[in-house]
């Protein structure tokens, strides 16, 4: 079956622009979890949607930063006002249910900001 | 802060020989373990993981993780490397029992494998 998948895989912004990154995860799958990946760092928590619920944001850098799961299945991680600290790549991943479940995790989206 | 280390940012072998990635994690409470591999241009795979039970994990392609709770550590083995296991690795934690899932990563080892 499809795995998690995520659009742009490329993004390149100027500073200041607004961008959003999407996530399409596992069909049927109940959690959502949005990861930052620094140039030769592991993934950092940002987000966590359980449904359309978004449970924590704690790892949310700034309130530039906005994530949304509306219906419980696409999320959208928004940036507003691109900075170059935010260039990354942003990673996605879906489970069925919560621990101790696999979390799947998609290609990333790689955002480069100028 | 509850954290996961990996002791070796670049791990570079010859090939068929054995190799180690080293992974410790801090939390006193229950834990789950992971390891995830990343080839070139791919997502995260996970490659293993211990939940419960036997100390002692493998994955289908030969390597193995022993999760050590006295020494805090989760190191991965394989006992005979090929060129494709050349990727980084990625040692992951769910600590101190977090309800949902959230998982704390290390920084990364890359395993190159030499002909």
């Known amino acids: 079956g499809a795995g998690v998948s995520q659009s742009p895989r490329y993004k390149v912004a100027k500073r200041g622009q607004d961008v959003a990154l999407r996530c399409d995860p596992i069909s049927g799958h109940v959690s959502l979890f949005w990861y930052q990946q620094a140039l030769g760092q592991g993934p950092e928590f940002l987000t966590y949607?359980?449904?359309?619920?978004?449970?924590?944001k704690s790892g949310l850098p700034s309130d530039r930063f906005f994530a949304e799961r509306p219906e419980g299945s696409v999320s959208t991680l928004k940036i507003q006002r691109t900075q170059q600290e935010d260039s990354a790549v942003y990673l996605c991943a879906s489970s069925l249910r919560g621990p101790p479940y696999e979390q799947y995790f998609g290609p990333g989206t790689r955002l480069t900001v100028t | 802060a509850q954290s996961v280390t990996q002791l070796d940012s670049q791990v570079p072998v010859f090939e068929e020989a054995p190799v180690e990635l080293r992974c410790n994690y801090s939390s006193s409470v229950s834990v789950y373990l992971f390891w995830y591999v990343q080839y070139p241009n791919q997502g995260l795979q996970l490659l293993l993981k211990?939940?419960?039970?036997?100390?002692l994990v493998e994955s289908i392609n030969g390597f193995e993780a022993e999760f050590n709770k006295s020494q805090t550590s989760f190191h991965l083995r394989k006992p005979s490397v090929h060129i494709s296991d050349t990727a980084e690795y990625f040692c992951a934690a769910l600590l101190g029992g977090t309800s949902y899932g959230k998982l704390t990563f290390g920084q990364g080892t890359i395993l190159t494998v030499h002909p």
């Open positions: 949607f359980q449904n359309e619920a978004q449970l924590d």
């Open positions: 211990y939940l419960s039970g036997s100390t």
